[in-house]
């Protein structure tokens, strides 16, 4: 496979172009910092103006990745590429500068993200030196990093992601890593390289030293990136671990900013064996509390089927029978639910900060998106989920019912026994309202909830994704390449 690193912003809009070339001949012509730095500061100032909306109602699923999304990779990019390249690396000693890679992976620069990026996208950066600086000049880099990350939230409200295990390292580091004697160490750190060695966006070369990084990393098999994204990455909550319970999803709450372990989680195995004891006793009854890892399922899911098809593989190849699969198709329609999703939860939260967290969607959030009835939401919710390839025929129908149930706020009445009432009570802090104190079973009812639809509709969601993940996806690592315990 070709290595396919890209070194030149590719912009969707042919705006963000033009304006890239005219930069580029005011810096030949020699303008000072203090007017570039003005420049982008205008540019950002206007251009988020026209992008970022504040209101629920301005944002639809028909426009979203046209007029939102698209847009801001381009803003996003064309402010980072062009700040580092013209403002952050004539500001460092050339001493410096002459002997560092800098290169950008993720969302905002890899090459296979062709949607756009959300509000909370952070830009990751990593910083790779020649072995021969000396230490004061990578602590000296590592310090410059800290006011770049803090100077490009102050001016743009950009996260550059600065991680101590992969932001500033010298070439040495990163072998001793990729060889390291403890496995998750050395896991991690193959699977980072490997994963993004051929979409990255290199923003400041250093040919030497790229090399010298990825040549071996190239020729790992492929498989890797599966195990980088959704796989057995040891480090990371991904989604194969989290559907085994062998990572923690943590989330930052609404209520507190503080992050916290969540354990009613659709689509892991204890939470789903709790509410097959629900569906048991009425297949209406669903927990009044869930979590749905938009990120760490769909998204990743996504991203990986993007990034073998960036690195030459064919939809075939990857077990899809072509563009028109049907599973392919619900792929990308959940992937675009997801950025959807993300973008109102930023505008109804708009609290944005460092802790802020768009990675989920929970029984809260979509109750409150649900009840909102101003804005388009409830349209593009009901036409993306009654679409032809998104929930099979019979949960359409489901769907409908559940709906209207809660539209003429109707009841779900199931007999309980007192031990049963206990126990449901305990486990899901339902409250049901009493029908008849008669001995033996209980007549009881709850109300139907914009919750319970969506725990149906994420369910249906994680069911169909694990289903692509497991019959689709891993059969076809073994057809191209055999996967390699790293």
Not at 70 to 86: H, T
Not at 136 to 157: G, M, P, Q, Y
């Amino acid at each position: 496979m070709p290595y396919r690193f890209v070194t030149e912003p590719k912009y969707h809009d042919e705006t963000f172009q033009e304006c890239q070339e005219r930069l580029d001949d005011a810096i030949a012509r020699g303008i000072t910092p203090e007017r570039l730095e003005a420049f982008f500061v205008t540019l950002y100032t206007e251009k988020s103006r026209e992008i970022n909306p504040d209101d629920i109602q301005k944002v639809s699923m028909e426009t979203l990745e046209r007029r939102v999304l698209q847009p801001r990779q381009d803003l996003y990019l064309f402010i980072l590429c062009n700040w580092i390249r013209y403002m952050f690396i004539p500001g460092l000693e050339e001493r410096i500068s002459k002997d560092i890679l800098i290169f950008g992976v993720g969302r905002i620069f890899s090459a296979y993200s062709d949607i756009g990026v959300q509000y909370c996208t952070d830009a990751d950066l990593n910083f790779v030196s020649k072995d021969s600086v000396p230490k004061r000049d990578l602590t000296a880099l590592s310090s410059e990093v800290k006011k770049l990350k803090a100077r490009i939230w102050d001016l743009f409200s950009i996260i550059v992601e600065v991680d101590s295990s992969f932001t500033v390292l010298r070439t040495q580091d990163i072998k001793t890593r990729l060889a390291h004697q403890d496995r998750d160490t050395r896991v991690a750190a193959t699977l980072f390289y490997k994963g993004n060695a051929d979409s990255l966006f290199v923003l400041h070369d250093n040919e030497p030293l790229r090399e010298e990084i990825f040549a071996e990393i190239r020729e790992l098999p492929d498989s890797l990136i599966f195990e980088n994204f959704i796989g057995e990455n040891p480090i990371k909550t991904t989604f194969t671990r989290l559907r085994e319970n062998r990572a923690k999803l943590s989330v930052i709450s609404d209520a507190t900013q503080q992050k916290e372990s969540v354990t009613d989680i659709i689509g892991t195995k204890k939470f789903t064996a709790r509410c097959r004891r629900l569906s048991a006793i009425h297949p209406d009854l669903y927990p009044e509390q869930w979590w749905f890892s938009m990120k760490y399922s769909v998204n990743r899911v996504y991203d990986y089927v993007s990034a073998m098809r960036h690195s030459g593989y064919s939809l075939k190849a990857l077990g899809f029978s072509g563009a028109a699969d049907p599973d392919y198709t619900f792929l990308c329609q959940s992937h675009r639910l997801m950025l959807f999703l993300q973008e109102l939860i930023h505008i109804r939260l708009d609290t944005y900060n460092y802790l802020s967290d768009y990675s989920y969607i929970c029984a809260e959030r979509f109750a409150s998106l649900m009840a909102n009835t101003k804005g388009t939401f409830r349209k593009d919710f009901d036409e993306i989920v009654l679409s032809s390839n998104f929930l099979y025929a019979s949960e359409r129908k489901h769907y409908l019912t559940l709906k209207e149930s809660i539209h003429r706020k109707r009841d779900l009445k199931v007999s309980l026994s007192t031990d049963e009432e206990k126990e449901l009570t305990r486990q899901f802090g339902y409250q049901f309202r009493h029908l008849d104190r008669g001995s033996g079973k209980t007549p009881v009812s709850l109300p139907y909830t914009w919750g319970g639809l969506g725990f149906f509709v994420f369910n249906a969601v994680e069911s169909r994704l694990s289903s692509i993940v497991d019959e689709k996806l891993i059969p076809a690592l073994d057809r191209f390449q055999d996967r390699v315990e790293a």
